[in-house]
Nanobody, 126 residues
Framework: QVQLVESGGGLVQPGGSLTLSCAASGSIVSVAAMGWYRRSPGEERELVAIITRADDADATTNIADSVKGRFTISRDKPKNTVYLQMNSLKPEDTADYYC????????????????WGQGTQVTVSS
């Protein structure tokens, strides 16, 4: 079984910073993609940032326009952990943030499957 465990959410004032982390555990063989989505109240889930071809030398990062220049995604490959550094936070960044991973583990090799974390709440308010 694969688990995604998130941490780092909380309450922050506008202009502040937070770092979310997500650690994937289990018998992971390879990671195709790893990143973050969010869902604001009354809104659809949207992509925030993602690393694709994550295990390759030419891994690609995709960041939503709404957070570009403020959010940075990074990955610690040996730890299978992805981070979302969020700076200059705005009230509109308030949402539940979900870690996502597309990966192969020993039970499903060679097929990949999608996994989601339980979500961590980020509230930006004064």
């Amino acid at each position: 079984q694969v688990q995604l465990v998130e941490s780092g959410g909380g309450l922050v004032q506008p202009g502040g910073s937070l770092t979310l982390s997500c650690a994937a555990s289990g018998s992971i063989v390879s990671v195709a993609a790893m990143g973050w989505y969010r869902r604001s109240p009354g809104e659809e889930r949207e992509l925030v940032a993602i690393i694709t071809r994550a295990d390759d030398a030419d891994a690609t990062t995709n960041i939503a326009d709404s957070v570009k220049g403020r959010f940075t995604i990074s990955r610690d490959k040996p730890k299978n952990t992805v981070y979302l550094q969020m700076n200059s936070l705005k009230p509109e960044d308030t949402a539940d943030y979900y870690c996502f991973a597309k990966l192969t583990h020993r039970g499903t090799w060679p097929s990949t499957e999608n996994y989601w974390g339980q979500g961590t709440q980020v509230t930006v308010s004064s």
